[in-house]
Structure formats: structure tokens, C-alpha cells
């Protein structure tokens, strides 16, 4: 099954501005999902979205987090001011067909100096 | 609470060899779904196979098998005829629940990194 895309595949910014990380699903799903990998690190679940609304976030994904679909269509992740430990993979992932399984998209790589 | 545990950090295999990546993981639910996926050097999360906890046969995909012992709760990944495209990173990830559930996250392990000689 077709995975996601993800725009940008890179991004650098300066500590403290704002970024926005976009996921674009190749048909209509329900279920989507982000999640960061630090670098030499494990991937670790950020939040989950079902049907336009949050349906879990972790610890991780504070205030300066957000996510929505403003068009429904692309699901976006905002980090509202960035921090240097931001820097990361942050993977898009949808549900499957059958929901069980998940597929990633092929990440934004996020670099803030 | 979940917790995935692979016990490889790296491992060296001669190409096309059979290799196994270790993977045991704990939850007290009943329903459960394991998944293995691959990190090329690229970076991109390649899923590679999935097995349900209710699934009566192990999960094939091509090359890709799992070995999944319910009782001791292992599910390792089985590669046969190991190629060099298979040197990569490569994860253990279980969610707890059905994946129609809305909490599904997937908890991933600290990977095992795989090089394939030729």
C-alpha cells in the first residue's frame, strides 16, 4: 500500500521560530499519526489524530506542539517556537486498509540552530 | 505498560545467509499487533511485516518472516538469503488494542543495526 509524502524532506531553522511539517495522504484516511526520531535514538509516538480531532498525544508533544487538517487533506504538525532538542526525523505514519498496520511516510529531517 | 526490548545492537551476516533479529516485548492485553520495520541509511521507515496476537500462523512477507512464540512472547524477524541491501537499522514495534482503536500508537524498540557482507 502507498505510504504518505511529506514536505519538506529537510528543514533548518533558528531556535525559537516557528515551523510547520506537512504530511500529504495519497487517499482518504481516517487514522494518521507523527512521531519524532532523535538522532541514534528510538522513534517515539508524538500523537494521533482520527477523524479531524486528537485522539492521544504523548508527554512529548506539549503546548508548543499543534497539529490539524486544514483543508482535509494535508496534516500538518506546527512546532510553535523551536527548540534545539526539536531537531529530529519526524515521521508522518497513516493507518492501514485494516487499521492494524501503520505506514510512515519518509520523514522531515529538522535541524534548529 | 509496553515495552519493546531488542537485545542486538548490531550484527554482521554474510550475504545470503538466513539471519534472525531478536525482539521480545511485555503487555498484559490480549490484543496486541507487532511490527517490524527497516531504516536504511536514508532515513525513510520501511514496514516490512505485521503479526496480530490472534493471528494462528506466522507472518510471511517474500524474504521476511516472523517467528511469533505467544507464550514466551517473542517475535523475532526471520531474513532468508540475506542480500546487501538488507545492511539497514532495523526495528521491533508493538500497539496495544485493535488498530480500529483510536489510542493505536505503536512503541517501538532501540533497533538492531545489520550489516550484510559480501
Redesign the interface.
Same mark, same amino acid.
Given at each position: 500500500e502507498p505510504e504518505v509524502t511529506q514536505t519538506p524532506s529537510h528543514q533548518v531553522t533558528q531556535m525559537g521560530q516557528e515551523v510547520i511539517l506537512r504530511c500529504v495522504p495519497i487517499s482518504n484516511h481516517l487514522y494518521f499519526y507523527w512521531y519524532r526520531q532523535i538522532l541514534g535514538q528510538k522513534v517515539e509516538f508524538l500523537v494521533s489524530f482520527y477523524n479531524n480531532e486528537i485522539s492521544e498525544k504523548s508527554e512529548i508533544f506539549d503546548d508548543q506542539f499543534s497539529v490539524e487538517r486544514p483543508d482535509g487533506s494535508n496534516f500538518t504538525l506546527k512546532i510553535r517556537s523551536t527548540k534545539l532538542e526539536d531537531s529530529a526525523m519526524y515521521f508522518c505514519a497513516r493507518g492501514g486498509g485494516n487499521q492494524e498496520t501503520q505506514y510512515f511516510g519518509p520523514g522531515t529531517r529538522l535541524l534548529v540552530l | 505498560a509496553q515495552k519493546i526490548t531488542q537485545t542486538q545492537p548490531g550484527m554482521f551476516v554474510q550475504e545470503k545467509e538466513a539471519v534472525t533479529l531478536d525482539c521480545t516485548y511485555d503487555t498484559s492485553d490480549p490484543s496486541y %499487533?507487532l511490527?517490524w &520495520?527497516k531504516q536504511p541509511s536514508s %532515513?525513510?521507515? *520501511?514496514?516490512l511485516i &505485521?503479526q /496480530?496476537s490472534y493471528d494462528q500462523q506466522n507472518a510471511t512477507e517474500g524474504r521476511y518472516s516472523l517467528n511469533f512464540q505467544k507464550a514466551r512472547k517473542s517475535a523475532n524477524l526471520v531474513i532468508s538469503a540475506s542480500q546487501l541491501g538488507d545492511s539497514a537499522m532495523y526495528?521491533c !514495534?508493538m +500497539?496495544e488494542g +485493535? %488498530? &480500529?482503536s #483510536? !489510542? #493505536?500508537? *505503536? *512503541?517501538? /524498540? #532501540? %533497533?538492531t543495526r545489520l550489516s550484510i557482507r559480501p
Open positions: - | %499487533g511490527f &520495520y %532515513g525513510e521507515m *520501511i514496514f &505485521y /496480530g526495528f !514495534a +500497539r +485493535r %488498530g &480500529y #483510536s !489510542a #493505536s500508537k *505503536i *512503541i517501538f /524498540g #532501540s %533497533g
